[in-house]
């Protein structure tokens, strides 16, 4: 008792930390349970019996429902493994993204019998990345209009790299990776890398360099 209430806690803190949902389907009737943070998923009442496989894929984006139906049953032919990411649309107008892992179980003959799984809410990092891609796409724009050089040392492979304005400046074409120090130096005036060399040393030390 002891052990099984220690993994209910761990269970619950997964579900609550992590954002998971627990679910699980007949894979005949494809009827099923579903744990609370489903039908936080889905923006439905938790009181209410889990919707039927059919019902709830209603609330799928369309764009997303062919693709998932497609692996879903084909994924029931064979017992395994399986993963699908996908959006639902709350009935508040909401999107949640989805990343859904599920095990297809055999039975006692050993044909697919019901499927378990689980669902993480991917809501939260989809719009961080959206967030840093416009970011980026802003900040480009602005090197772009100002003419900034911007350029990046790699400690570990010892390689420069450059933003679009960077290379443009350098007569270089861009390289994936960057260059050698060497190869950066010499696009450099001669009578300026001396002191170009001094600010890069000040820099690596954490120092503001000098660069008049």
Do not use: C
Request: aromatic fraction near 8%.
């Amino acid at each position: 008792r002891q052990a099984l209430q220690r993994t209910q806690e761990l269970l619950d803190l997964a579900r609550d930390v992590g954002r998971l949902g627990v679910w699980e389907r007949d894979l005949r009737s494809l009827h099923g349970r579903w744990d609370r943070r489903m039908y936080e998923f889905w923006g439905l009442d938790p009181d209410a019996p889990a919707p039927h496989f059919d019902i709830a894929a209603q609330q799928i984006v369309e764009a997303d429902q062919a693709a998932l139906r497609e692996v879903f049953d084909a994924s029931l032919l064979r017992p395994g493994i399986y993963a699908h990411r996908y959006r639902v649309r709350r009935p508040d107008g909401g999107i949640t993204h989805l990343h859904s892992q599920w095990a297809v179980k055999p039975g006692a003959d050993g044909r697919p019998e019901r499927v378990v799984g689980i669902m993480i809410d991917d809501s939260e990092v989809v719009a961080l990345e959206r967030a840093q891609l416009e970011l980026r796409s802003r900040t480009m724009l602005a090197e772009s209009i100002a003419g900034l050089v911007v350029w990046r040392y790699d400690l570990r492979t010892g390689l420069v790299d450059f933003n679009a304005e960077g290379w443009a400046a350098l007569g270089m074409a861009p390289r994936e990776g960057g260059v050698t120090t060497d190869e950066a130096r010499a696009a450099i005036h001669p009578d300026d890398r001396p002191a170009f060399a001094a600010a890069a040393e000040a820099a690596l030390r954490g120092e503001t360099p000098d660069l008049e």
